[in-house]
């Protein structure tokens, strides 16, 4: 860990347990960092790539996880990037399948990976017009409502004012 | 163009004689023991109470009416219909339902042309699955998603309690009170069975959000005795409860008490948004200062009446205050539900007699409506040999003679014929008078209804047996056996039934069955009667009477002398909450009356 932090700008180290730890690194570092993981310090296997949403602090936070087989750790890469400018590096030619994340973290938070393989192709979302839905400012009721609506005819009775209806009527 | 572009679509006809890769549905196969298949809904059991479709997460359940199906207390007569268009089988609906009668069977495959036949009533809609036992119930016991007990009252121990006549039940605290709320489904079945149809579901919520202002103002929309009634209510809302059908029911009454306790009476004007309203002018007389009276009352006070109400007694509450003994209802709390209405400018004249001190014509040309809510304070006597005795006394009396502090003949053997609530508070006053005076409780209360039909509340019957009163329902009172002008004690036989097939009151007895409870003091307890002599006559032609000699009154409880109005337990009940209903009633009738009057 030494080694890396004279290396490289990093700006957070949590130690999660003994073979799990986080690190945070700025933006523009990132790819190198995870290449020097790969390459030098045995992190031969992506474990996953992944994103969060923080609006409150309009930004997104990626995390790729990586895994020592030989020393049988874990290291969590991360990578604040601005909401508003949602583009990252791609890391496809490290290892292969990460073109599928990153194709999967376009459609779903509209973070973006100019030159990944496929990456404006639809993952799961077909036709997808609205806002990213793992965005959270993406509402996921009002979509609901205005997209699946209820099937003409359907009318429904709450039991107390069908009972009062029913039962008196008269009284207030 | 190449050979191979030519004949490359007559290869595809080798597909022809070649086994397919799918395979037809196999009808018979059937889905797991415990899969999630299409709806059944057992009709019987269901009440219609929506929490089913409350839970639908997926918005695919609407109640509807069903033909055939009557609505009726404790069932609202509707019935889930569900759409699978939008349904997803995950059985919430299922493991919610409050009676179980919801449950999925294993099936699953269904084919129709017409998507609307995928929208159906499952239990009225009949469907092959319908007999299926196999698919998912809810797992009992222990997977209900609410709770299913009650949290526990606090009482007295029954030996803290028998001798004195303080308050033994103590009141949920904060605590206590939002884990009780919290398992009120909300349905609001009970709203309809309640005689005041007081906003249950709703008071209960404001008890979950600990805005107990907001709680008290709901309860004074329908309800100006949340003190009392939180403690007495005969809480016809608790029998119907969803959640009793598989549980206890939720304990409405005492979440009354406890919203009405918690807001201090020195608020109530200030939450209740009172005393800003203007007099119109018109003056209302009220006869009897009951329940029912001091509700008319409160809503007329509120919509601008000038209200006077004349009270035989020395003090107000009628019943309340002179036949439920103390420990039940404790006095401060009568005074803290009459004296807010008092502070609305509602006066009572205190020991007048109608009738005698003042005419009720009298009141007819001094105001512009007269309401009379005088209730049942006459006991009814068995009539047998002996009960003529000068230690043969009535409940009532001596309810009302132990509230007005009166000292009362207190024998060490004593039997009160008699099994409603009014009985056993006699039998429990009684346990307590002589626990003072003897250092032992020897009273025994016997009804004729056996113990299953027995009218009291069944905690009535548990806690006066818990203050070593003893009850032995199911004798009639055949003679009191009377020795040198001494009570020796009553004979009974036994009664084989009370109600004939036609529900009317016809008991059946073995003569042969016999027995003697031993006493020298008797009080009878099985009902009392109204004393109308006030009412002049002339009056009284006016006034319609049925059959059976009882007054009939309109829906707002307008007599045939249109300027009078009676409610209460002369009419309706004998209860608290009934008489508050008919006082409310009888206002906004009194209020039409007087309006179209002029």
């Known amino acids: 860990m030494n080694d890396i932090k004279t290396k490289f700008d990093i700006t957070d180290i949590i130690e999660q347990r003994e073979n799990l730890s986080f690190i945070t690194i700025p933006k523009e570092h990132a790819i190198s960092l995870v290449t020097y993981l790969r390459d030098v310090k045995g992190f031969k296997h992506l474990v996953l790539l992944t994103a969060a949403d923080w609006l409150e602090d309009e930004e997104f936070q990626l995390t790729y996880l990586l895994n020592n087989p030989d020393e049988k750790s874990d290291l969590g890469v991360r990578v604040f990037i601005s909401r508003e400018d949602a583009t990252m590096e791609t890391a496809h030619h490290l290892w292969e399948q990460v073109a599928t994340y990153q194709r999967e973290l376009k459609e779903m938070f509209g973070i973006d990976f100019p030159g990944s393989p496929d990456v404006d192709k639809p993952f799961i979302l077909e036709g997808w017009d609205d806002k990213p839905p793992y965005r959270r400012d993406f509402d996921t009721k009002q979509y609901s409502e205005d997209t699946y609506f209820p099937r003409p005819g359907r009318e429904s009775n709450d039991p107390a004012e069908y009972m009062k209806k029913k039962l008196y009527p008269d009284e207030k | 163009m190449k050979l191979k572009d030519i004949l490359s679509p007559f290869t595809a006809w080798k597909h022809v004689v070649k086994e397919p890769v799918t395979i037809k549905d196999p009808q018979s196969r059937e889905g797991a023991e415990r899969y999630r298949g299409f709806h059944k809904n057992d009709i019987e059991s269901c009440i219609g109470c929506g929490t089913c479709e409350d839970i639908c997460q997926n918005e695919a359940i609407d109640l509807v009416p069903v033909d055939g199906i009557e609505t009726k207390d404790g069932d609202s007569g509707l019935r889930p219909m569900i759409d699978y268009g939008r349904c997803c089988w995950c059985a919430l609906c299922v493991d919610v339902c409050t009676t179980n009668s919801l449950s999925l069977s294993n099936h699953f495959t269904w084919v129709d042309e017409d998507p609307d036949a995928f929208r159906f009533i499952p239990g009225v809609d009949k469907k092959a699955w319908d007999n299926e036992e196999k698919g998912w119930k809810k797992p009992e016991p222990n997977y209900e998603l609410y709770g299913t007990e009650r949290v526990h009252m606090p009482e007295l121990h029954a030996e803290d309690r028998d001798k004195s006549f303080i308050e033994f039940v103590t009141g949920y605290s904060k605590q206590q009170a939002e884990e009780e709320a919290d398992r009120c489904v909300e349905c609001g079945i009970c709203t309809a069975t309640c005689p005041a149809h007081m906003g249950i579901p709703e008071y209960i919520k404001a008890i979950r959000n600990d805005d107990l202002e907001e709680g008290l103002r709901i309860l004074y929309e329908t309800n100006p005795l949340p003190e009392i009634c939180g403690r007495i209510c005969t809480h ?319 829906e707002y409880f307008q007599t045939g002398a249109k300027w009078l109005f009676i409610g209460g337990d002369i009419i309706q009940g004998p209860d608290v909450i009934h008489g508050i209903a008919n006082g409310h009633k009888a206002a906004i009738g009194i209020d039409k009356f007087i309006n179209q009057d002029g």
């Not at chain 2, 024998?411 to 014929?417: D, M, R, T």
């Not at chain 2, 009014?422 to 209360?445: C, P, W, Y």
């Not at chain 2, 020795?483 to 529900?503: M, T």
């Open chain 2, 236 to 554: 016809k809302c608790e029998d119907v409860c969803s959640i009793g059908h598989k549980g206890d029911p939720l304990s409405i009454r005492w979440l009354k008490r406890y919203i009405a306790d918690q807001n201090p009476s020195e608020k109530y004007k200030e939450i209740l948004n009172a005393g800003n309203v203007e007099n119109n002018g018109k003056k209302v007389a009220i006869i009897g200062s009951g329940p029912s009276g001091l509700s008319a009352a409160y809503y007329l006070a509120l919509t601008g009446y000038d209200c006077t109400i004349y009270e035989k007694l020395p003090e107000a509450g009628g019943m309340m205050r002179y036949g439920i003994p103390e420990y039940r209802l404790p006095y401060d709390q009568i005074d803290k539900d009459i004296n807010y209405i008092l502070s609305l400018g509602v006066k009572i004249e205190y020991n007048v007699n109608i009738g005698t001190d003042i005419t009720l014509d009298k009141l007819k040309s001094d105001y512009d409506a007269v309401f009379a809510g005088t209730g049942l304070h006459l006991g009814r006597s068995t009539r047998i040999p002996g009960s003529d005795h000068k230690d043969v006394f009535f409940a009532t009396d001596l309810l009302r003679e132990i509230s007005l502090g009166k000292e009362i003949q207190v024998s060490e053997k004593i039997v009160v014929i008699g099994g409603g609530n009014v009985a056993m508070d006699i039998t429990r006053s009684l346990a307590r008078l002589q626990n003072n005076k003897f250092g032992k409780v020897d009273v025994t209360a016997t009804s004729l209804e056996s113990e299953d039909i027995m009218p009291a509340d069944r905690e009535e019957v548990v806690e006066s047996r818990e203050e070593k009163a003893i009850i032995d329902p199911g004798w009639g009172p055949t003679s009191i056996e009377i020795e040198n002008d001494k009570i020796k004690g009553l004979h009974v036989q036994k009664c084989l039934s009370v109600f004939d097939e036609s529900g009317r009151f016809s008991p059946k007895f073995d003569e042969k069955d016999t027995k003697f409870f031993e006493a020298d003091m008797i009080v009878e307890s099985i009902g009392q009667g109204m004393d109308i002599e006030y009412i002049n006559p002339e009056t009284r032609d006016q006034i319609e009477f049925d059959p059976r000699g009882r007054i009939v009154v309109d």
